[in-house]
């Protein structure tokens, strides 16, 4: 059983990335999909969460509007569209799933509801 959490880089400010989460070994549509992040000096905290199957989304209010969660459960992936950047979303991001299935049904930003972690990938936001 495995995640992993890919595409992070440098980017500028107002500049956009897209995050990569791969699962292997279970099936990555039976789970909910929960994003984190870490910054510098500071605890992890939940960005943003995508439900199963019934297309339901969550976002910190800090990403609201900037990013956007989807998943292609097909291909056993979950992404993280990463627009209008800034400085401060500087952070190691992380992938993870829950088998609570739906956003709503638990905490989705405590990361003790998440079953499987990817490692992270960073993210830098700079000029």
């Known amino acids: 059983v495995q995640l992993q959490a890919s595409g992070g880089g440098l980017v500028q400010p107002g500049g956009s990335l897209r995050l990569s989460c791969a699962a292997s070994?279970?099936?990555?549509?039976?789970?909910?999909i929960g994003w984190f992040r870490q910054a510098p000096g500071k605890e992890r905290e939940g960005v943003s969460c995508?439900?199963?199957?019934?297309?339901?989304?969550y976002y910190v209010d800090s990403v609201k509007g900037r990013f956007t969660i989807f998943r292609e459960n097909a291909k056993n992936m979950a992404y993280l569209q990463l627009n209008s950047l800034h400085p401060e979303d500087t952070a190691v991001y992380y992938c993870?799933?829950?088998?609570?299935?739906?956003?709503?049904?638990?905490?989705?930003?405590?990361?003790?509801?998440?079953?499987?972690w990817g490692r992270g990938t960073l993210v830098t936001v700079s000029s």
């Open positions: 993870a799933a829950s088998r609570y299935r739906y956003c709503s049904g638990f905490e989705w930003r405590g990361e003790f509801e998440y079953d499987y």
């Open positions: 070994g279970f099936t990555l549509g039976d789970y909910a």
């Open positions: 995508a439900s199963t199957s019934d297309a339901s989304s």
